[in-house]
């Protein structure tokens, strides 16, 4: 299901909810109309109960029916939350999708012809692994990063240079003398005169050599080194999705912030699957990563990250954004309860070392216990 259909599914369901809840009200206003003022101390009357669920016929109290009722504005509540957030993701996202399509699009233009930088040139790097490798030299869960320096203008960032190194082996650079168009998202680190970055980066410049080919999109965590004669050359790479933090002034003129960062320290967890219910995509004893950052570029407060090898659990392609629990300036818990149907994702709860995800599929429900 895309974003749009996410989004508009929930504003159906939203507004189903509401039509469904008013029909509740006025039929608890009409019980309690009838109501007489003498008598027994509690009225009973018959009463249809709208909510999540479905409807519920059956005899209820007036004070069972308004509980009722309060149920169901909360679930509206938070039917309608949830749409907006999807309906402001949808629209991120797709600004996403128009950077990287403009990219490609653009000729890389010669360092001669670039104007002078706005702002301070500033070394970046994003760390990743090798999910996947055509090439020979290069292994599987090789530790690597994307490194690059890039130049701060009044339009934006440009790269002067970007190569992928993995296991101490270069397997793509940058043409020598380009000015490298990217899209480069820029946001503050908590309490500190630094920045993490999120990037966007297609190399599609002509070229009469076979030389290795770069498309990266790190909120997608996602980098592939390519060559087009050469299939077996394909490395794809799991990259996290911000960057190391860069100290120094902003590069990114006018950058657009949604929200201050509430903590700052991201959480790493190294953890194993201690018991799974119903089929789960990984098995038992299975090793995970489990990551979580903070947020700037959207209105929650932190991205989620759980994989397991390179089994996606949690987080997957532009997913993962949740409201964390925050005690302290760090980030100690997080709860999910809708299922990918509803969001993209799994139902997730978070609380110190355990971790626990699980969803609906048309095999049945499965559940997923991790700790250290």
Known sequence: MTFRDDREAAHQRAEALQQELAETRAKLASIEARRPSRGPAVAVA????????GVTVGVLSIAAARARTRAALAAVAAQMEHARKMESAARERAREERSLAELAARPQRPAAEVDPPAAPVGSITWRGVVDESADASVRVGSPCALEGDFIGRSSGA???RILVRCGGRVIYESPAGAALRVGLREGPVRNAAAHRYLLNFVDAAPSPDDRPRLTASSVRHSVVVSRARDATARVSIYLRDASDP????ALVANQR???EP??????????RVRGVRGRAPVAPGARCSFSVRAVWEYPETCRVALRCGTTWVYGAREAGYLTCEVRGGAAVGALDLNPSS????????WEGSRVTAGDFAESGAWELVLGP
């Open 246 to 249: 860069r100290e120094g002034p």
């Open 262 to 271: 509430a903590f700052a320290a991201d959480v790493e967890r190294s953890l």
């Open 257 to 259: 912030v949604v929200r």
């Open 46 to 53: 018959l009463v249809v109960v709208v909510g999540l669920a």
């Open 158 to 160: 440009e790269a002067s």
């Open 342 to 349: 509803q969001g993209g994702d799994p139902r997730l709860t």
